[in-house]
C-alpha cells in the first residue's frame, strides 16, 4: 500500500479481555516499531523490529504485551488482560534502513484503544 | 541510560519566530529528527540532522551541536496551524538504532 496501515482505528473492550492490534508498514520498509500514545504525552517505545534480527523488546512495560511480525510484512501487538492503564493510542511506524542509519518513520494513523 | 528533554509547552504570536529546544543524552547517537503532531492525528517527519550546524527548510530550521547534546527547531512567520506538538527523537546507536522520542512540546500560536 501507499502508507502505513493499522486495524482497527478504534477498539472498545472490557478490562481483562485479549486485544491483537495490525500494522501493515509501506512495502520495502525493514524497519517496524510500535509506539504507545496517552493523551497529552509523548511516543512511549514498545517494541521495535529490523529485517531478520531479534527485534528488541526493551520498551513492552509487562509480560500482556507481545508481538510478532511476519518476515518484513505484518506486524500484530497483543495485549492480553488489558488494564484500564493500557487506555491510549498505538502507533505504528515503519522506515527504510540503508545502511546503519535509520530513514525518517512513516507512521500509521494508530489504534485507539479504550479499555472499559 | 537515555534521555530526551523539551519544554512542555510553549506560546507563541502568528507572524513571530519560535525556538524549541532539544537536549539529549543517549549510549550513542545516530542522528536526530523532528516531528510535528497535530491533535488527533499521527506524527510527520520535519527534518534530520546528523552533522554539526544549521538545516533549512523553508519556514522551518533545525540546529544540531553534538558536543553538546542539543538541537532546535526554529518555526519562522508563525501560522496559525503551526499550533501542534513537536517531537524530538534520536536515533539511539547503543540501541540498535532504534529511534527514541522525547516528551513533545506543544505549541500555541495565538493571533
Known amino acids: 500500500g501507499a502508507g502505513v496501515s493499522q486495524s482497527p482505528s478504534n477498539k472498545v473492550t472490557e478490562k481483562g479481555k485479549d486485544v491483537e492490534l495490525r500494522c501493515d508498514p509501506i512495502s520495502g520498509h525493514t524497519a517496524l516499531y510500535w509506539y504507545r500514545q496517552r493523551l497529552g504525552q509523548g511516543l512511549e517505545f514498545l517494541i521495535y523490529f529490523q529485517g531478520n534480527s531479534a527485534p528488541d523488546k526493551s520498551g513492552l512495560p509487562s509480560d500482556r504485551f507481545s508481538a510478532e511480525r511476519t518476515g518484513e510484512s505484518v506486524s500484530t501487538l497483543t495485549i492480553q488482560r488489558t488494564q484500564q492503564e493500557d487506555s491510549a493510542v498505538y502507533l505504528c511506524?515503519?522506515?527504510?534502513?540503508?545502511?546503519?542509519?535509520?530513514?525518517?518513520?512513516?507512521f500509521g494513523s494508530g489504534t485507539q484503544l479504550s479499555v472499559l | 541510560g537515555q534521555n530526551i528533554d523539551q519544554p512542555t509547552e510553549m506560546t507563541a504570536t502568528e507572524g513571530a519566530i519560535v525556538q524549541i529546544n532539544c537536549t539529549y543524552q543517549t549510549s550513542g547517537f545516530n542522528g536526530l529528527f523532528w516531528y510535528q503532531q497535530h491533535a488527533g492525528e499521527a506524527p510527520t517527519f520535519l527534518s534530520y540532522?546528523?552533522?554539526?550546524g544549521l538545516e533549512e527548510k523553508g519556514r522551518f530550521s533545525s540546529f544540531l551541536s553534538r558536543s553538546k547534546g542539543y538541537s532546535y527547531l526554529l518555526l519562522k512567520e508563525l501560522q496559525m496551524k503551526d499550533s501542534a506538538s513537536y517531537l524530538c527523537a534520536v536515533i539511539n546507536e547503543g540501541g540498535g538504532f532504534k529511534t527514541i522520542f522525547g516528551a513533545g512540546t506543544r505549541l500555541f500560536v495565538k493571533a
Open positions: 511506524a515503519s522506515s527504510l534502513v540503508i545502511t546503519t542509519t535509520n530513514e525518517k518513520l512513516f
Open positions: 540532522n546528523v552533522l554539526d
